[in-house]
């Protein structure tokens, strides 16, 4: 199975900042890597797919990078809704896996 | 707009059997596979099963392989989860989620239902 890992694990910020998550994958998975945010309590939402488009309906503050194993989620202008966690999942091969986390809070 | 309704969790001893639904509507059934995906109080999202949009094939994380099945009613537009010989490493959050294609590669996840919880334990 392809591993995948994500940090921080956790992060303080604050309104207005400016958020990196990086997501590296065991081995080569071209762009199919995702990215899910879930807010607690909630269930998880997509924000963006094959590495950099964003869903529709998404806010244009968000933006994903990367292919082969090196990807970055990035938040321009923390807004009070965006405190979550993140999520990155690979999509290349079964089963398909999830990164561990990463918590933006203030 | 998608919408998937689940129902059929609760508080189940180990060794016993669960079956879970999600009634898909606002998309066509059969012409999109559909995954399971759960998370244990406290952690992360853990991928469990998916199936095509025909219902034809299946696919199992190691974890569950041989104790789940999953599958589709078509004509009920409803995908299910049957959960036998459950432990307590089973506990958890199970989320129904639709793929975006017919197969089960190189998706994504969207949209999730609301989740349905499901309890292991004596």
């Known amino acids: 199975d392809i591993q995948m890992t994500q940090s921080p694990s956790s992060l303080s910020t604050s309104l207005g900042d400016r958020v990196v998550i990086t997501c590296r994958a065991s081995?080569?998975?071209?762009?199919?890597l995702n990215w899910y945010q879930q807010r607690p309590g909630k269930a998880p939402r997509l924000l963006i797919y094959?590495?950099?488009t964003l869903q529709s309906g998404v806010p244009s503050r968000f933006s994903g990078s990367g292919s082969g194993t090196d990807f970055t989620l990035t938040i321009s202008g923390l807004q009070a809704e965006d405190f979550a966690t993140y999520y990155c999942q690979q999509s290349y091969s079964t089963p398909p896996t999830f990164g561990g986390g990463s918590k933006v809070e203030i | 707009e998608v919408h998937l309704l689940q129902s059929g969790g609760g508080l189940v001893q180990p060794g016993g059997s669960l079956r879970l639904s999600c009634a898909a509507s606002g998309f066509i059934f059969r012409d999109y596979a559909m995954s399971w995906v759960r998370q244990a109080p406290g952690k992360g999202l853990e991928w469990v099963s998916a199936?095509?949009?025909?219902?034809?094939?299946?696919f199992y994380a190691d974890s569950v392989k041989g104790r789940f099945t999953v599958s589709k009613g078509i004509s009920q537009n409803t995908l299910f989860l049957q959960m036998d010989s459950l432990r307590a490493e089973d506990t958890a959050m199970y989320y129904c989620?639709?793929?975006?294609?017919?197969?089960?590669?190189?998706?994504?996840?969207?949209?999730w239902g609301q989740g349905t919880l499901v309890t292991v334990s004596s």
């Open positions: 081995q080569s998975i071209s762009i199919y």
């Open positions: 989620v639709k793929d975006d294609s017919v197969t089960t590669s190189h998706n994504w996840l969207d949209p």
């Open positions: 094959d590495a950099s």
């Open positions: 199936i095509t949009g025909t219902g034809n094939t299946a």
